[in-house]
């Protein structure tokens, strides 16, 4: 008979064994079913690589072949076979499906239609996109590029101008680039488009009080952290020339929110607790926020608090 250590011994390879096998199954899950994060494309534009959680509103990133589940505009997003191209305009983030499909939820595009996200966590919906225009927006070098990837395109394309000679389809599909009037898209994008803006409108956040706390935290944030431009994007553009910022009005802006961040030690001002609203104006430790819409957003208008 083995001896205690023995028995020991064993019941301890036995378990190392279990474990090795468990975690070796674990692998091979987490392997079949890896999510694409941060997925790599290219920008039509210009061929140049980029990710898909770094674009700059009005780029547009075609990514092929992707299998998986990717997060895009704050969604979890099953991708089967997708060859595509994910962007976002001021209103609206979007996946336009050239091959395979893209699923959020129950809602799933196939080729020749695109998943739309509206900000404020509002229902995702897909719509035919207009093919005849997303084929300008291709650059040579992404031609050159992605060569089965604009033909897929072209197919499309072709079948939305027989539908329009048959009179089935009028040229009203979904324009990606700019999801109302083109000049209004580019007159707000300065506004709108920013980096700081769009992840809070995106954010899935939609009760008005937890949008509002947003801003206001990561204003404060910005201050704290010293990023001049996140601080400038969540202030009020009124002193500054309005929804355009044309200009130089832009610029302006960063300035004053940099000497902003200079006047103070916010993290002392601030604190670090989460502000809370107090008789309509935003309170955390000595600083106090006060906000002001503009058409679907909130900027910082005002603050206070402190000494300089």
Do not use: H
């Not at 992605?146 to 499309?156: D, G, M, R, V």
């Not at 996140?230 to 309005?242: E, K, N």
């Amino acid at each position: 008979m083995p001896s205690n250590n023995t028995s020991c011994r064993l019941r301890m390879r036995r378990r190392n064994v279990r474990l090795l096998l468990t975690a070796g199954a674990v692998l091979l899950s987490v392997g079949l079913s890896s999510p694409v994060v941060a997925d790599t494309g290219i920008l039509l534009a210009d061929a140049r690589s980029a990710e898909s959680d770094g674009l700059a509103t009005g780029e547009q990133l075609l990514l092929s072949s992707r299998n998986g589940v990717m997060p895009f505009a704050s969604r979890q997003v099953q991708l089967e076979g997708f060859t595509g191209i994910a962007g976002y305009a001021n209103e609206l983030a979007y996946l336009a499906v050239i091959e395979g499909s893209a699923s959020a939820g129950d809602v799933k595009a196939k080729a020749g239609w695109l998943l739309i996200f509206r900000p404020y966590g509002a229902p995702v919906t897909s719509e035919q996109f207009d093919a005849i225009r997303l084929s300008k927006q291709w650059s040579d070098a992404a031609k050159a590029a992605s060569p089965s990837a604009f033909a897929s395109l072209e197919k499309i394309k072709g079948g939305q101008e027989l539908s329009v000679w048959l009179g089935r389809l009028g040229q009203t599909s979904y324009n990606v680039a700019a999801s109302g009037s083109a000049k209004y898209e580019k007159a707000t994008r300065t506004l709108m488009g920013n980096e700081a803006v769009r992840g809070i409108r995106f954010s899935g956040a939609s009760d008005p009080m937890a949008v509002e706390q947003m801003v206001a935290t990561r204003f404060l944030d910005a201050l704290k952290s010293g990023d001049a431009k996140s601080a400038a994007a969540l202030m009020d553009p009124t002193p500054f020339g309005g929804r355009a910022l044309a200009g130089g009005a832009n610029d302006a802006r960063l300035m004053a929110a940099s000497a902003l961040i200079g006047s103070r030690d916010w993290t002392q001002v601030a604190g670090g607790g989460a502000p809370q609203l107090s008789e309509g104006v935003w309170r955390a430790g000595d600083a106090a926020l006060q906000l002001r819409t503009i058409d679907d957003f909130v900027f910082v208008s005002r603050i206070s608090g402190g000494a300089k």
